[in-house]
């Protein structure tokens, strides 16, 4: 095991701008020596998510804010590697808040939503992205709130994204035409080509409004939704009776939106066509992760479901890789390779 533990903490508060760099600082530590009831887990994988910049700030769903000089809070996958746990053992694979450390020390107790990984079809790296959060908050948001139906219209932005990229296919698998929003025609390029999706329409280039005229002419009945402000006003200006707009983010106003949110002109139509628009968080589904992992493992296996990861490698390029999610930087999960992948 090395000696010295690198772990990023928060330096400064990015109050009202973007992320950078300089918002944290690398400290070393010693690796930790797991006491009764504790084990240590060398990370391999560490997930990045665009709720991260919340955390910094005012904390995010029931989480704490970090205090300053805190380890920054994330997800991650490892190995476990000394244990005096009985219920974890040396070796074994596990993901969960472990933060942003080369090896995390938990007791196992609910808050570090400690899950053994048991679907190992794929690389590890997927526990965080297809099989992990990411892909889960695709399945349930897509299927517990956008309840699509055989020959619907779902509509997804931030298609490209980790858990767009996993959307589009689950509604394909689900029997729905599919149409991606996305920035940029490589990213357009790869949801028609790899990522399921029917169709894709590039926003920073496309009229969206019209396209969907064009792409959706029957109207959208689901629209998955991954960030808010105008994206999410012209799909609401093109929604049918009844349909189900599923507010999963909306990274779009993760900086402007709370002092200057962008002014929907278009959420009457929620109203008068009985249409349904929620929001959702992922942890209140946590009874259910198994029937997600299974049912996307089994995609997997059986060639419906391909998964999309977006690999940094060096724990030094944690920050760069936060970053990268609000410049739409990265094409499916962002991730970083923080130690050698043991398979
Ligand atoms: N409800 C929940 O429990 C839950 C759980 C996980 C994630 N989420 C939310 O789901 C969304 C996707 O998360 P993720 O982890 O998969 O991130 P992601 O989609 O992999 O990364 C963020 C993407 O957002 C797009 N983006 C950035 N700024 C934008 C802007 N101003 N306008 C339009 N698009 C912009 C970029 O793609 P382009 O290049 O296409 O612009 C970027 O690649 C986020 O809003 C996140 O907060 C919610």
């Known amino acids: 095991m090395a000696a010295r533990n ?3 903490v928060l330096a400064e508060r990015p109050v009202d701008r973007a992320v950078r760099s300089s918002d944290f600082r690398m400290v070393e530590t010693p690796v930790p020596e797991p006491k009764p009831g504790e084990f240590v887990t060398r990370v391999i994988y560490s997930s990045l998510a665009p709720v991260m910049r919340f955390y910094m700030l005012d904390g995010a769903a029931g989480e704490k804010p970090l205090e300053m000089g805190e380890v920054m809070r994330g997800r991650a ?3 476990i590697v000394a244990s005096r746990h009985p219920a974890f053992k040396e070796g074994e694979i596990v993901q969960g808040k472990m933060g942003w450390q080369e090896y995390a020390v938990s007791d196992g107790s609910p808050y570090w939503m400690m899950y053994k990984v048991h679907q190992r079809i794929v690389p590890v790296s997927t526990a965080l992205g297809v099989l992990g959060m990411t892909g889960f908050t695709a399945y349930f948001g ?7 139906k055989t020959c619907e219209m779902v509509l997804v932005s931030g298609a490209a994204g980790g858990v767009g990229s996993s ?5 394909k698998i689900a029997g729905c035409s599919v149409v991606g929003i996305a920035g940029g025609p490589d990213k357009c390029a790869l949801l028609t080509s790899k990522l399921g999706y029917d169709a894709a329409i590039d926003y920073k280039a496309d009229d969206v409004t019209a396209a969907l005229d064009r792409l959706c002419p029957k109207g959208i009945d689901v629209f998955f939704d991954n960030v808010g402000g105008p994206i999410l006003d012209a799909a609401l200006s093109r929604i049918n009776k009844y349909a189900r707009v599923v507010s999963c983010g909306g990274i779009s106003q993760y900086i402007a939106g709370t002092k200057d949110p962008y002014p929907l002109k278009n959420a009457y139509l929620i109203g008068r066509l009985n249409a349904l628009l929620q929001g959702f968080f992922i942890y209140d589904f946590e009874a259910r992760f198994a029937e997600a ?3 996307m493992a089994g995609w997997i296996k059986d060639g419906r479901l391909t998964y999309q990861e977006d690999i940094l490698d060096g724990f030094e390029r944690m920050p760069e890789a936060l970053i990268r999610l609000y410049q ?6 962002q991730l970083v390779r923080v130690s050698a992948d043991p398979f």
């Not at 959307?167 to 509604?171: D, E, L, N, P």
């Not at 739409?328 to 999960?333: D, L, V």
């Open 6 to 8: 690198r772990q990023w």
């Open 77 to 79: 996958v490892g190995q």
């Open 142 to 148: 897509l299927f517990d709130i956008g309840k699509p």
């Open 167 to 171: 959307v589009g296919q689950v509604a």
């Open 293 to 295: 992992e299974q049912a």
């Open 328 to 333: 739409g930087a990265n094409r499916g999960k």
